[in-house]
């Protein structure tokens, strides 16, 4: 029985091609606007995750200065120093490194050629902290790191400007105006979310940043990575804790420091979007609701092309629930096809933006059944009025309607 009323079904829509199409629009542009906005909004998501995430996982920066702003309490900034550092690595638990680190922007020199590269003093923990590996080479050694060595790595885009593909290791470079020889190469981390090459850059110990670039012994950040048993929410106030015992804050006192915790910024940037891709996707979903009005006011034309057809029906044996079933299954198909139509193109236009925005392409099979079963509810809500009028039509007056 539900087979045969689908065939007429699928029959009644070939008959009329055009106004079946024209009626399926709106579901199909309804359907690819959410399936897309979805989607796009979920690539979004995971690439702002991505990008925070090649700072470091699970890693809290200690910058000086409040968050308000360097001098936010009105009172000079006090650097973090060599203690700030020696007083973490003794005292905090649930790190698995702790990198201090300071960060000019200077010019590179190679034989003839130049650019300008941030140059960041550190110690051989940075990488860890960093989730950042080798691509080939070595790190700095300890006695580099105690003695100030001129040696450094670089990244992808330096040796991409002075090496092209070559080996750069045991290379001499300038930094600046010291000579700095080259014993690694760090692997590609691409741009930030804020458009930022994290390959344009020297990593050098940080004993020689301070002697030959900065001219100082200020650190700039602490980079405070948390073992996997430690979430940043547990080791943040103990890194606070200790610096403000280090650094003699009394109670009454407000931090002359700041701790960013990623973990935090990458769920709150990730929240964000999610929320905007929801907004988007609810205002798409808008348009499924015109595409159901233009479903119920084509099968109420239909009903009244067919009125005579209906009373034929009613008249050789059929019942009500007959007519009102088969009125309905011609709208749930009509608004079916629309989702199945309406997701591919929805997909297709998320792919191009994925390659236009260089954005992972993130469908969710949830999203797409969703949207197709929510276009089938449409077709049979909207249809059930029609349906129902064809259905309680009058057998007499539905055979003497011309």
Known sequence: MIWETV??????????ALRSFLTLLGIVIGVAAVIAMLTIGSGTTQKVKSDIAKLGSNLLVVRSGRAGGPS????????????????LVKHLSGAR????????????????????????????????????????????????????????????????????????????IRVNRTGCKVIGLLEPKGFTGFGQDQDNVVLMPLLA???????????????VAADETTPTTVLLPRVEGILRDTRRI??????????????????AMASATTTMTGMLGAVAGVSLLVGG?????????????????????L?????????????????TVLSLLGGIIGVLLGLSLAGIASLTLAIPFAPSPATILLAVGFSALIGMVFGFFPALRGARLDPIDALRHE
């Open 250 to 267: 009394t109670p009454d006192q407000d931090d002359n420091f700041s701790i960013r915790d990623m973990t935090q910024i990458a769920d």
């Open 97 to 172: 490194a702790i990198a201090p680190a300071s960060q000019k922007q200077v010019r590179v020199v190679f034989g003839t050629q130049n650019l300008v590269a941030g140059v960041t003093g550190t110690t051989t923990d940075y990488l860890a902290a960093r989730d950042w590996k080798l691509a080939s080479g070595r790190s700095f050694s300890d006695s580099e790191t105690r003695s100030g060595t001129g040696v450094c790595l670089i990244g992808e885009t330096v040796r991409q400007q002075f090496f092209g593909a070559g080996d750069p290791e045991g290379q001499m």
């Open 293 to 313: 009005i233009g479903i119920m006011n084509i099968m109420l034309v239909s009903v009244t092309e067919r009125t005579r057809e209906i009373g034929i029906r």
């Open 209 to 223: 940043y301070q002697r030959r670039i900065a001219g100082n012994r200020d650190i700039e950040s602490i980079y």
């Open 7 to 16: 065939r007429l079904a699928l029959r009644s829509v070939r008959r009329n």
């Open 72 to 87: 936010a309490n009105g009172n000079p900034v006090r650097p973090l120093n060599d203690r700030d550092v020696a007083a």
């Open 315 to 331: 008249a050789i044996g059929a019942h009500e629930k007959h007519i009102l079933i088969q009125f309905l299954v011609e709208a």
